[in-house]
């Protein structure tokens, strides 16, 4: 999915990808709720849709705006970073402690961000738009650990077609605020790519409500690295892009950071 959105992005644009793709996700969405609830969640868990919706609005927008910019490992490899904020997230909004592994895991996390970086800088095609392509990704995984943890809260109270359906709709009205001044339709021949695109995001999308309905989100984060061997296939594949050992060794180092933390959360608290 997210190499397919690279490509549209670059061809189009990442505002008008974004919104075209959360109407067919909106309608296909709706029509699976309908046809398996129609029953209108409460107050509570509505405001928990809009408030999830804000938030992906915004990882989408800065992540794919990013990913424009990076090869797709090095952005791919830049978001991993999300779980360690996610931890410290949990921390502020649920009163989680935070033990000194998680402290040391988040200094050996930025560390690896700081050699994909310096790898940036060393590399003959560094330009101003890599620096903020760098910067848009780091500023999307902020917001993906807050994500992260509203998705465990919310996959406890509704269903997945539930989640899809209201977190497309929201998204969609967020993202139509600005239509009538930069949204255009789209040329025929991005369609047919943006239906595979929001199929596969839709599938993510249900995958991961199932999933965090019945994980804890600790158990569950640390799979998502394994985006990292798909994106360094999908990029030399589509892309013609190589990695280079700084990613490799940045990425390394955020794994191995997520894991120290995740390994500390697992033990109990005492008392």
Known sequence: MDAGMKSLVIAVGVYNIVLWRSVLATLASAAGWAAQSRVMPG??????????????GIVLITFFWGLARLPLAEAIGLSFIAPLFALFLAAMLLGERIRAQAVWAAVLGFAGVGVIVAGQFGAETHTHETLLGTLSILVSTVFYGFNLVLTRKQAQIAKPIEIMFFQNLFL?????????WIAVLLPREFWLPLVGVTAL???????MSWAYARAEAQYLISTEYTAFIWAIAL????????????????????????WIAARASLRPVEA
């Open 43 to 56: 107050p509570g868990a509505l405001r928990l849709h809009a408030l999830r919706a804000l938030i992906v």
């Open 172 to 180: 969609l009205v967020i993202m139509g605020l600005a239509a009538p």
């Open 201 to 207: 995001s839709l599938s993510g999308q249900y995958l």
């Open 235 to 258: 990029g030399w594949f589509f892309f013609d892009e190589t990695v280079t050992w700084e990613t490799l060794a940045g990425a390394g180092l955020i794994i191995v950071s997520c």
